[in-house]
T-cell receptor
Framework: TQLLEQSPQFLSIQEGENLTVYCNSS?????LQWYRQEPGEGPVLLVT?????EVKKLKRLTFQFGDARKDSSLHITAAQPGDTGLYLC????????????FGTGTRLTIIP | DSGVTQTPKHLITATGQRVTLRCSPR?????VYWYQQSLDQGLQFLIQ???????AKGNILERFSAQQFPDLHSELNLSSLELGDSALYFC?????????????FGEGSRLTVL
């Protein structure tokens, strides 16, 4: 069962454009993380958001956690070819034991 | 370099066989996680160990088993392999037993079952 749905699944845009990636769930998460994965490598953590409504910025990347802690978004301003990769959201929730559930992923390609 | 080491990087085997994937966590990390990544399923949590003990279990098949040794390295054993087991298997480590800590991933082991 996939609890975290990401959209779009694939996104290809020109360098310099802005974009937003969404991560949605019907479950409430205690926190949510965003990772970026490049070909041949494992995912690398970009950010963790904990509080409902929280906004975090990492250079040209802006992350927001939904007020109800069920969804999140990643906005990239003036995309660069180096932003190319697979973006994964991951939510931490409690099912007796805590575990991190990953979303379906958004594969982003920035065209120079 | 995340500090997490996985071997082998690539493995090709036949259906019905058994393989062992190995993971060395970052120095000092007590938690080890195993994930399976396939094209149509995303990143699926398999199992977590903390300081040698199983702590959380995900969608791990009965044909799969894992353990964490006293030196904290971990092994994932996959037996009676099927074509559908072909995937990237990632190990990740964390300094935390649970919670919002960062997971550090290895480069993965790509398993191909023919």
């Amino acid at each position: 069962t996939q609890l975290l749905e990401q959209s779009p699944q694939f996104l290809s845009i020109q360098e310099g454009e802005n974009l937003t990636v969404y991560c949605n769930s019907s479950s409430v998460f205690s926190s949510l993380q965003w990772y970026r994965q490049e070909p041949g490598e494992g995912p690398v953590l970009l950010v963790t958001v904990v509080t409902g409504g929280e906004v975090k910025k990492l250079k040209r990347l802006t992350f927001q956690f939904g007020d109800a802690r069920k969804d999140s978004s990643l906005h990239i301003t003036a995309a660069q070819p180096g932003d190319t990769g697979l973006y994964l959201c991951a939510g931490l929730h409690y099912f007796g034991n805590e575990k991190l559930t990953f979303g379906t992923g958004t594969r982003l390609t920035i065209i120079p | 370099d995340s500090g997490v080491t996985q071997t082998p990087k690539h493995l090709i085997t036949a259906t019905g066989q058994r393989v062992t994937l190995r993971c060395s966590p970052r120095s000092g990390d007590l938690s080890v996680y195993w994930y399976q990544q396939s094209l149509d399923q995303g990143l699926q949590f398999l199992i977590q160990y903390y300081n040698g003990e199983e702590r959380a279990k995900g969608n791990i098949l009965e044909r799969f088993s894992a353990q964490q040794f006293p030196d904290l390295h971990s092994e994932l054993n996959l037996s009676s392999l099927e074509l559908g087991d072909s995937a990237l298997y990632f190990c990740a480590s964390s300094s935390r037993r649970a919670g919002t800590g960062e997971l550090f991933f290895g480069e993965g082991s790509r398993l191909t079952v023919l």
